[in-house]
Nanobody, 124 residues
C-alpha cells in the first residue's frame, strides 16, 4: 500500500509556471506507475499524465502536451508535474494517483491509490 500527499498548488497568472509534487510513503514506490489527474468545478475528473515505474515512459492528455512534464525520483519517493504556460482552463484540483498496473492503463482505468488533491487556480 502507498499513501500520497500532494503539494505545490496555488494561485498563478496565465502564462506562468507551477510545479506540483507528490510524496509517497512506503518502500515499494518504485513498483507503482504514477499519474496526475484533475477535476475542474462542475466537471468530471480527467486524466492528465502518467509515468512508468522506472520513469522512462510517459503519456499526456492532448490539452497539456508540450506544456506539462511528469517526472519521478524513486530515491525520494516523489513524482512531479511541471506545468508551464498555464491557462485559465488548467484551473482544477490536481490529484496524484498510483497503481500496480500499467502507466498507459491509468488513462482508462481508475488507479487504486489517491492523494487528497491540491488546488491550482490560473487567473487570466
Amino acid at each position: 500500500q502507498v499513501q500520497l500527499v500532494e503539494s505545490g498548488g496555488g494561485l498563478v497568472q496565465a502564462g506562468t509556471s507551477l510545479r506540483l509534487s507528490c510524496a509517497a510513503s512506503g518502500r515499494t514506490f518504485r513498483n507503482y506507475a504514477m499519474g496526475w489527474f484533475r477535476q475542474a468545478p462542475g466537471k468530471e475528473r480527467e486524466f492528465v499524465a502518467s509515468i512508468s515505474w522506472g520513469g522512462s515512459s510517459t503519456i499526456y492528455t492532448d490539452s497539456v502536451k508540450g506544456r506539462f512534464t511528469i517526472s519521478r525520483d524513486n530515491a525520494k519517493n516523489t513524482v512531479y508535474l511541471q506545468m508551464n504556460s498555464l491557462k485559465p482552463e488548467d484551473t482544477a484540483v490536481y490529484y496524484c494517483a498510483g497503481t500496480l498496473g500499467t502507466f498507459s492503463g491509468m488513462a482508462v482505468t481508475t488507479p487504486t491509490y489517491w492523494g487528497q488533491g491540491t488546488q491550482v487556480t490560473v487567473s487570466s
